[in-house]
T-cell receptor, first 113, second 113 residues
Framework: GESVGLHLPTLSVQEGDNSIINCAYS??????FIWYKQESGKGPQFIID?????DKRQGQRVTVLLNKTVKHLSLQIAATQPGDSAVYFC????????????FGTGTQLKVEL | DVKVTQSSRYLVKRTGEKVFLECVQD?????MFWYRQDPGLGLRLIYF???????EKGDIPEGYSVSREKKERFSLILESASTNQTSMYLC????????????FGPGTRLTVL
């Protein structure tokens, strides 16, 4: 079946550097994408979303880029802080899937001081 | 703010016991979901519900059932718990309107001995 995957299971960055977390999706019909952050022992927390009519969307210190040609999604975190250490998931949705999401397995982001 | 609560953060049960996991949301959301989360496997959908008294099987419904008697409450039931059901269980909700993110509860860590 269709799936959403992440290239790197673990990403280590220095505090203050920018982080880039990548996600590949395989369902060409997907048109809504979400990034979640999950801290240890907690439920996933919404970070930012993007619809397929956009290539880029910015939030506070975060930017999501969508490349529909190669079915690739990325999350950029500017000036990474220790509090950013967590697992990050991407998720996809398509019009024919109702409100169901397909999730990637996640990337562990570790911020080194 | 959307709030999704789960009845327990940690549960320890014995094989063969009947287990109830409760989820309550306060945003009048029509759609509710139950997932389990295991290392390396990401979030997997067990059951979901589009409305009161409605339920649909997700990707891994075997060994589980659900109940949705009230709009705000969605219960996951393990009729006879087994050790392979040891996992983190996450509840989520979302509105039925324009596609939106799913909002997650804090999770229940269930251990079956």
């Amino acid at each position: 079946g269709e799936s959403v995957g992440l290239h790197l299971p673990t990403l280590s960055v220095q505090e203050g550097d920018n982080s880039i977390i990548n996600c590949a999706y395989s369902n060409s019909a997907s048109d809504y994408f979400i990034w979640y952050k999950q801290e240890s022992g907690k439920g996933p927390q919404f970070i930012i979303d993007i619809r397929s009519n956009m290539d880029k969307r910015q939030g506070q210190r975060v930017t999501v880029l969508l490349n529909k040609t190669v079915k690739h999604l990325s999350l950029q975190i500017a000036a990474t802080q220790p509090g950013d250490s967590a697992v990050y998931f991407c998720a996809e949705n398509w019009a024919g899937g109702g409100n169901k999401l397909t999730f990637g397995t996640g990337t562990q982001l570790k911020v080194e001081l | 703010d959307v709030k999704v609560t789960q009845s327990s953060r940690y549960l320890v049960k014995r094989t063969g016991e009947k287990v109830f996991l409760e989820c309550v949301q306060d945003m009048d959301h029509e759609n509710m979901f139950w997932y389990r989360q295991d290392p390396g496997l990401g979030l997997r959908l067990i059951y979901f519900s589009y409305d009161v008294k409605m339920k649909e099987k997700g990707d891994i419904p075997e060994g589980y059932s659900v109940s949705r008697e009230k709009k705000e409450r969605f219960s996951l039931i393990l009729e006879s718990a087994s050790t392979n059901q040891t996992s983190m269980y996450l509840c989520a909700s979302t509105s039925a309107g324009e596609r939106d993110t799913q909002y997650f509860g804090p999770g229940t860590r269930l251990t079956v001995l």
